[in-house]
């Protein structure tokens, strides 16, 4: 145990996590030249194509120090936007210490300090590595300086390394070997072993990744999961290599995967305790929190008979995404569905992403909405998150939404741009201060359901991508809020209805009836689009029919032969306007939920 260290790579967005996680595999010859690919553990299309880290992947390396001893390093990348923290959170419970990375150049972000308080949460040795120095806007010792005075941490302690280089990355791995400390644990103890994550294997069932705290395991045992009590029997225990590695056993301090032929995919929690049946543990570990979902959407497969596809393929995604929710929905206009939980928008576009592609179902998502807390005049409290659910005005005593408390970082000449950017969403209680000369913190409390929408792509357009943003749930506030109906053709639409403030009410209405307008194809018939509060419409646009011209064999002669062939037709679109219905395509759902910035 001496010899193992575990260790996560933290950091903000784009600061070169996975970079510096290819440059150690390469420099530890796990992997050849012919087989090595950029971002080698990001083995999802996504991830590849986004290039971003969406799920975190841990790795077993062997390395031999300088002073001639030999150490196994177990890594876990993680992504850095804010939507995956919870990732980040579960990843590093599993490690004795993390490498903060901070790009030379940009220094210091948002996520860099929520990364290190969670790091801080779970008590880890922290190595600052300053990554990027070989760029020609590179300042090492000014972010050195920002490390020191900004984060609290050990100048002495900070590595710089330039990961698409090489430079530097030995020098990270012996300070990893010596500052951070072994794991401690008791392989003699009763087998204790903490699931921080788990994917299905249509031929193998579930692999389940833990971190053996105490005790040990291998292929035979018999295995219990103390949450629910289930048994199985180990197949096969390895390591996370480029490849799975099969060993003889896993032991207290190791980071590996178990197999035991799982086939129900609700026994696996993430956060669940491992043990043994002939020698059990009297107490579980300390699992993870709960995660709170902030944006909840309705999801349709677009075929019915896809219903039970979609239910299967959310489970198994659950299992490999913990913060995903989900319990069953029913639309008038799309059948049965799921109400899903994602921790932001960017969760939920991955999730889709993936639900079409690794499952290959096609769908129809409604208009993401948030959490409000309804106080009705009988004193009973709703919990709301889908407008089909919203209760009679008359009944309604006041509402409550979430509200946000928002960091933002930014140079200081964006200022100006970002502060109308957070009146214009209803901003409360705004302060800033410099933490460094030229640079701005700026908190603000904002409501979640106008941060949702588009607010982090409006902040990275009027900074030119230099703002950076994080959040955390703060409170809940009283609120005036409004239901805001879709009619198509005089029907209503209910998976386009949303819930708005009233402020904000119209100018939605005009925005999701200019966005149908150009999706719905034409008809033969008009049709009118409306956004109606109740009884009142606040917004409206037509789509003009197709005409047939049934005038063009009159020629010259008396007008009225024109005239009653005109109104023949407009008698017979009168007609089909009452009985014709109109589909409206998938995109145009997808339509209204993007902003016209």
């Known amino acids: 145990m001496k010899e193992i260290r575990n260790f996560s790579i933290i950091a903000h967005i784009d600061h070169g996590k996975s970079t510096l996680a290819d440059r150690m595999i390469q420099f530890c010859q ?39 001893k030999e150490y196994i390093l177990n890594l876990v990348d993680t992504p850095g936007h804010v939507d995956f923290s919870y990732e980040v959170s579960r990843a590093l419970s599993s490690c004795e210490g993390a490498l903060l990375i901070v790009d030379a150049a940009q220094g210091v972000e948002a996520q860099t300090l929520a990364n290190l308080y969670l790091a801080m949460d779970n008590d880890l040795e922290i190595i600052p590595v300053i990554n990027k120095i070989d760029l020609p806007s590179a300042e090492p010792e000014k972010v050195a300086m920002e490390i020191e005075e900004d984060l609290g941490l050990d100048g002495e302690m900070i590595q710089y390394c330039s990961a698409k280089t090489g430079e530097g990355v030995e020098d990270v791995l012996e300070a990893i070997c010596e500052f951070i400390p072994a794991p401690e644990g008791d392989s003699a103890a009763p087998l204790q072993a903490l699931i921080f994550d788990a994917s299905y294997d249509a031929f193998r069932g579930t692999i389940i990744s833990c971190r053996i705290i105490n005790g040990s395991i291998k292929a035979n045992d018999t295995i219990v999961f103390m949450s629910n009590g289930a048994e199985y029997r180990v197949e096969e225990v390895g390591v996370f290599k480029v490849q799975k590695e099969k060993t003889r056993q896993l032991t207290a301090g190791d980071v590996g995967y178990i197999l035991a032929g799982v086939k129900n995919v609700k026994d696996t929690k993430p956060g669940d305790t491992i043990t043994l049946k002939d020698n059990p543990s009297p107490k579980a570990l300390q699992g993870f929190k709960e995660m709170q979902q902030v944006v909840f959407s309705s999801i349709y497969p677009i075929s019915t008979d896809d219903y039970e596809d979609l239910a299967t393929a959310l489970e ?135 941060v949702i929408y588009d607010f982090y792509d409006r902040l990275k357009s009027i900074t030119q991508g230099y703002g950076s943003f994080d959040y955390e749930l703060y409170d809940y506030r009283k609120s005036d809020l409004v239901k805001l109906d879709i009619l198509v053709n005089g029907e209503i ?105």
């Open 30 to 68: 796990q992997v050849s030249d012919r087989e090595f690919q950029d971002q080698l553990l990001d083995n999802m299309d996504i991830e590849r194509e986004r290039g971003i880290t969406i799920k975190s992947q841990s790795i077993c390396l062997p390395y031999k120090a300088r002073n001639g």
């Open 493 to 597: 639409v209910d998976a386009l209805s949303q819930l708005v403030h009233t402020a904000n009410a119209r100018a939605r209405g005009l925005h999701a009836c200019e966005r149908l307008k150009e999706e719905i194809p034409r008809q033969m018939f008009k049709i009118a689009i409306q956004g109606a509060i109740g009884g009142n419409i606040v917004a409206r646009t037509n789509i003009s029919a197709l005409r047939k011209d049934v005038t063009a064999k009159c020629y010259g002669g008396d007008i009225s032969r024109k005239r009653k062939l005109l109104e023949k037709q407009k008698a017979g679109k009168k007609r089909m306007k009452t009985v014709g219905n109109v589909d409206i395509p998938q995109q145009a759902f997808l339509a209204v939920l993007k902003s016209d910035q």
């Open 316 to 450: 198994k995604l659950q299992l490999n995404d913990a913060a995903l929710t989900f319990q069953k929905d029913t639309s008038a206009a799309l059948g049965f569905g799921f109400r899903c939980g994602f921790l932001g928008l960017l969760h939920l576009e991955v999730v889709q992403e993936r639900l079409e592609r690794e499952f290959d179902i096609s769908l129809i998502l409604t208009v993401p909405s948030v959490k409000y807390n309804f106080y009705l005049k009988d004193e009973t409290i709703l919990e709301v998150d889908n407008p089909a659910h919203f209760p009679d005005p008359m009944h309604i005593e006041r509402v409550e939404e979430p509200f946000i408390k928002a960091t933002i970082l930014i140079p200081e000449r964006y200022m100006g741009a970002v502060m109308t950017l957070c009146m214009e969403r209803r901003g409360e209680n705004t302060n800033y201060h410099y933490p460094m000369p030229g640079r701005i913190e700026f908190t603000c409390e904002l409501p979640l359901a106008e």
